[in-house]
Each structure stands twice: as C-alpha cells, then as structure tokens.
C-alpha cells in the first residue's frame, strides 16, 4: 500500500461522516489527475524529441 493510499484510508476511518467521505475521495481522485497530467510534458516531450526520418531518395529511373 503507498504512503498516499495509507493516508486516505487513515483519514477516512477516523471520520465517518459521509459529506467528509465525499470530500475526500474527491481530493484522491484529483491527486491522482494530478499524477497523470504531471507525467503528461515528459511524454509529450519525448514524442516530439524523437529523430525525424531521413527523407527517402527516390529511385533512379532505368535507362
């Protein structure tokens, strides 16, 4: 289990209202958005950092 999953499952025992239970799965939920979209620059980084094809030579016309 990671510290964030411990943490919630922590919070969440200790309050048992059902509007604070609400509350905080919507910030995990958003935490874990937050995660994806963090990732998202690096991936798009590597996408366009990527080496181009060479262009193709075209083939030489017999004779």
């Known amino acids: 289990m ?7 499952f922590s919070i969440r ?4 209202n059902e509007e604070l239970n609400a509350l905080l799965t919507t910030i995990k939920n958003q ?7 963090h990732e998202e ?3 798009l980084k590597a996408k366009t950092a990527k080496p181009k094809a060479a262009p193709k030579k075209k083939a030489a016309k017999p004779m």
């Open 2 to 8: 990671t510290r964030r999953n411990y943490e919630y």
């Open 13 to 16: 025992q200790t309050f048992d």
């Open 31 to 37: 935490d874990e958005e937050l995660a994806k979209l």
């Open 41 to 43: 620059p690096d991936k």
